[in-house]
């Protein structure tokens, strides 16, 4: 082998390495540089001129960002390649630059009267947990099959009230949600089908999670055309909590959890206000009415040999004489391993009877999707492993 010649071996000979200059590092192969994340992590978690900015940057134009949110919204285009609004070069650029949705779809279980219930899923922030939250489609039977269907749309990763008949609370509280995750909920239902009502009556505590709802709520109205008597929130009432929302200027129903009309029993079945008289929570009601001038519905779950005797009727009927509102009363969605049952037919139709006899509005409340786990909580609790699942009503 000829000294120095590293191209050719003879049999047996291995090839020697390179030689190398003394002290100089021969660079591996060029890596390309990495692209930096998104700074918001959906479309509906960025500022209106930021996005606008971005979207001119992008070679759009600026009103195409509202466009973009309209398609997302106003109807359900869960795909920038589907948005035939907007430029074919500016779809093709955005799904790297600006990701358009935040959460993800985990699930998706259909029952047999229409209702879809949907769990997505959304990251954590900081140091927050993420999680599943469930929305449900719930599409209108009878002559008014084809109107629209009402949303029913969460506000928190879990629910600090931990009322004991619901599986929302079982794992306690992980993080409220952020007004884009809200959003997205809608979003996701409107993929579904046409929307005529929403309500907030998912997972968590709207209250306790006021500004994102709100903030959320403002572009359900200018994005989807859902005005305040097409939304309702449902809360347990935290009195001078509500008696701040009466004064934001609310665009939406209100909805109160009682369940009860003792106290003792509320204090049991809504741990959440534990020392809190129902007389406070309705004396906040009557404010909301009063500052507001919309009546409110008091939500009942009927719970079997719990709160749904002839005694609890009637001790109702007291509280709520001279008052203006309608009492939903809800037959109670029995899920196996929280120890509550369905209340009896016979006695769901005597305690409707009192309040109606007695000039209450009191409809009876039919639970949809049961065969799908709509009951608030049921659908993320079985995907976690949980003990329980729901037992269709009869």
């Not at 990701?99 to 927050?128: C, H, I, M, N, Y």
């Not at 049991?268 to 129902?278: H, M, V, Y």
């Not at 779950?301 to 009727?313: I, K, P, Q, R, S």
Request: charged share 20%.
């Amino acid at each position: 082998m000829i000294p120095g010649d590293q191209s050719v071996s003879g049999p047996g000979e291995e090839t020697p390495e390179p030689l190398k200059p003394s002290g100089v590092q021969v660079p591996g192969p060029q890596q390309p540089p990495s692209r930096p994340p998104p700074p918001y992590p959906g479309l509906l978690a960025w500022p209106e001129q930021a996005l606008q900015e971005r979207f001119v940057e992008l070679g759009g134009r600026a009103f195409h960002a509202r466009v973009a949110r309209e398609q997302l919204l106003g109807k359900g285009i869960l795909d920038y390649a589907q948005m035939t609004s907007l430029p074919a070069r500016l779809r093709e650029a955005l799904p790297s630059e600006i990701p358009l949705l935040a959460g993800t779809s985990q699930r998706k279980v259909e029952s047999r009267d229409g209702t879809t219930k949907l769990l997505l899923d959304f990251p954590a922030q900081g140091t927050t947990r993420g999680g599943g939250v469930e929305t449900v489609h719930i599409p209108p039977l009878g002559s008014k099959r084809g109107l629209g269907a009402t949303l029913c749309v969460s506000t928190q990763i879990g629910c600090p009230v931990a009322c004991p008949f619901c599986a929302s609370g079982l794992d306690g509280l992980a993080r409220n949600l952020e007004a884009h995750e809200i959003l997205e909920q809608f979003a996701q239902g409107r993929a579904i089908g046409e929307l005529r009502r929403a309500v907030v009556m998912g997972i968590g505590e709207p209250l306790l999670n006021f500004e994102n709802l709100t903030s959320a709520l403002e572009h359900v109205h200018n994005l989807m055309g859902l005005g305040a008597r097409k939304i309702t929130v449902s809360t347990v009432g935290f009195p001078e909590r509500l008696k701040r929302a009466a004064r934001s200027q609310p665009r939406f129903q209100l909805a109160i959890s009682l369940h009860t009309p003792d106290d003792d029993q509320h204090d049991e079945l809504i741990p959440a206000l534990r020392g809190t008289s129902i007389d406070e929570i309705l004396a906040a009601g009557d404010d909301w009415f009063e500052v507001t001038g919309r009546e409110i519905t008091y939500e009942y779950v009927l719970l079997g040999g719990e709160n749904d005797t002839m005694g609890h009727a009637e001790r109702l009927i007291r509280r709520l004489a001279g008052r203006r509102a309608t009492v939903n009363l809800i037959p109670y969605n029995t899920t196996r391993g929280l120890g509550y049952q369905r209340p009896a037919p016979e006695d769901v139709e005597i305690f409707a009877t009192l309040l109606t006899e007695a000039g209450i509005v009191a409809p009876v409340r039919y639970s949809r999707g049961a065969d799908g786990a709509a009951a608030c909580g049921q659908l993320r609790m079985i995907r976690s492993g949980a003990p329980c699942r729901t037992i269709p009503a009869t």
